[in-house]
């Protein structure tokens, strides 16, 4: 089974600061991976999918990125409403999530 | 407006069986892969289930296979999951979701329906 390793755990951040959030796949998964965020008590929404698309709606300053086998979501000028827990999938083989992130504003 | 609305949630006891819904709207149902999603209370995502768009394909994590059976009908534009010998670690809020042929990512989701397994 492919293992989705997922950090930070939490981050704390200023508004209009840049944060990154990374996820390493336990082997080659392509550019098989999306990023969804949550808020409290909603379903998850797509933000990203095959590693570096932006899905539709979302803003531009959300960005996918791959290197080998580690991921990386870019938030750049954080906004308020970005607040929530971030989520990394495979979909290489079978599904599996990331532990998640949960993104505070400091 | 793509649109997925879970029911037939609730309390059940441990061991009894349940019957999860999702009716869909907005785009052609048979034309996409369906899956189910959960999280337990505080924690993270985990897949449940994906059906093929004809039905004649399915898949499980370990942790449900041979307990759950993931179905669909596409004149009905629904899909279902059902639970048998439910365990305390079923409790879980049960997203229904679509799946984008080819690549897999799940691109739209249910509100979803809590399940609690408890005597």
């Known amino acids: 089974d492919i293992q989705m390793t997922q950090s930070p755990a939490s981050l704390s951040a200023s508004l209009e600061e840049i944060v990154t959030i990374t996820c390493q796949a336990s082997?080659?998964?392509?550019?098989?991976l999306s990023w969804y965020q949550q808020k409290p008590g909603k379903s998850p929404q797509l933000l990203i999918h095959?590693?570096?698309s932006l899905a539709d709606g979302v803003p531009s300053r959300f960005s996918g990125s791959r290197s080998g086998t580690q991921y990386s979501l870019k938030i750049n000028r954080l906004q308020v409403e970005d607040t929530g827990i971030y989520y990394c999938?495979?979909?290489?083989?079978?599904?599996?999530f990331g532990a998640g992130t949960k993104l505070e504003l400091k | 407006e793509v649109q997925l609305v879970e029911s037939g949630g609730g309390l059940v006891q441990p061991g009894r069986s349940l019957k999860l819904s999702c009716a869909a709207s907005?785009?052609?149902?048979?034309?996409?892969?369906m899956a189910w999603v959960r999280q337990a209370p505080k924690k993270g995502l985990e897949w449940v289930a994906t059906?093929?768009?004809?039905?004649?394909?399915?898949y499980y994590p370990d942790s449900v296979k041979g307990r759950f059976t993931i179905s669909r009908d596409n004149a009905k534009s629904s899909l279902y999951l059902q639970m048998n010998s439910l365990k305390s670690e079923d409790t879980a809020t049960y997203y229904c979701?679509?799946?984008?042929?080819?690549?897999?990512?799940?691109?739209?989701w249910g509100q979803g329906v809590m399940v609690t397994v408890s005597s």
């Open positions: 999938l495979q979909h290489y083989s079978a599904h599996t």
């Open positions: 979701a679509r799946l984008i042929t080819t690549t897999y990512y799940f691109d739209y």
């Open positions: 095959s590693a570096t």
């Open positions: 907005g785009f052609t149902f048979s034309n996409y892969y």
């Open positions: 059906i093929s768009t004809s039905g004649s394909r399915t």
């Open positions: 082997q080659d998964i392509g550019n098989y």
